[in-house]
């Protein structure tokens, strides 16, 4: 009888130890359980906040724009490569920023679709800001610029008044062309409408070569292309001295993308103060026309 009840009361303890033991499996496995919750939890939290993180924190490349017949600024060289001021600069900002430049010529008609369909990233190639400020988020401004009048040199031609009746050429979806279609102070509609005609071209190389031929009176262009153009082609040529208008040179971003223009805008200055945009400004011979300086 006693060896039953000592039977009963080892089994009756095992019993217990055993519903302990199974007692505390069960509270381990709730507090892994809740564990892994909390680790997945966290796991898509992080997913979550990296899905928030801006597009602009994983970039590996930065597509330019550019018409690929503005030098200095834009060009293809003797090798069949493209260079000139404005994609060396933003090979400089790739270089670090760790991003691929991917430079895309493009129809300068086309630019504002290119830009808004995400084609490019920015407008970069000798982009007049005045005028257009309420249309693209741009950079700070790198480069002043007049708008001039080419003539041959034995034209006759020596000041605007001249160019009445005359026929002049211009880039098409240009700074000077919006010039001298302009009625708002400081526009040159008025000069423009005593010409004989105003005549388009895609590219200012095609320009140039009419007013050789002359087919053409006089180009409307950039200072900084005309000088470029005249140091190219040799004598002939000749730039007025009377400008219609004076303006500046900005990157074009897309209107609202100010996070990537506020990261190009600091790697601007920072190349500035390392000497770089000097350099390149002395390179392409517009070191006169380049405002951005070292601080």
């Keep these: 009888?006693?060896?039953?009840?000592v039977s009963m009361m080892l089994a009756a303890t095992m019993a217990l130890s055993l519903f302990a033991g199974c007692g505390s499996s069960k509270d381990t496995a709730t507090e892994d359980t809740s564990k892994t919750e909390s680790t997945d939890t966290a796991d898509d939290s992080s997913e979550d906040a990296s899905a928030e993180t801006t597009d602009e924190s994983s970039r590996t490349t930065f597509t330019v724009g550019f018409d690929a017949e503005y030098p200095p600024y834009g060009y293809m060289d003797d090798d069949g490569e493209y260079t000139g001021f404005d994609l060396e600069l933003a090979q400089a900002v790739c270089d670090k920023e760790g991003w691929e430049l991917v430079k895309k010529p493009i129809n300068w008609d086309s630019k504002d679709m290119e830009l808004n369909s995400g084609s490019i990233d920015c407008?970069?190639?000798?982009?007049?800001?005045?005028?257009?400020?309420?249309?693209?988020?741009?950079?700070?401004?790198?480069?002043?610029?007049?708008?001039v009048i080419v003539v041959a040199e034995d034209s006759g031609i020596e000041q605007l008044s001249d160019l009445a009746g005359k026929t002049v050429g211009v880039q098409a979806a240009s700074a000077a062309l919006d010039l001298l279609q302009s009625e708002d102070e400081g526009g040159q509609k008025e000069l423009a409408?005593?010409?004989?005609?105003?005549?388009?071209?895609?590219?200012?190389?095609?320009?140039?070569?009419?007013?050789?031929a002359g087919a053409l009176d006089a180009l409307a262009i950039d200072v900084g292309v005309?000088?470029?153009?005249?140091?190219?082609?040799?004598?002939?040529f000749k730039i007025l001295d009377e400008t219609l208008n004076t303006e500046q040179y900005a990157i074009g971003f897309k209107k609202g993308n100010q996070e990537l223009c506020d990261i190009?805008?600091?790697d601007l200055q920072e190349l500035a103060n390392e000497g770089k945009v000097a350099e390149l400004a002395e390179k392409y011979e517009i070191a006169d026309m380049v405002t951005l300086k070292a601080e």
Excluded: C, H
């Design 193 to 212: 409408d005593t010409f004989g005609s105003l005549n388009e071209f895609a590219d200012y190389n095609t320009a140039f070569t009419e007013l050789q």
């Design 264 to 266: 190009v805008n600091g």
């Design 226 to 236: 005309a000088k470029y153009q005249l140091n190219s082609r040799g004598e002939g």
């Design 123 to 147: 407008i970069w190639n000798g982009f007049t800001m005045n005028g257009r400020e309420d249309d693209y988020t741009f950079s700070v401004p790198y480069v002043d610029n007049s708008q």
């Design 1 to 5: 009888m006693k060896k039953k009840t």
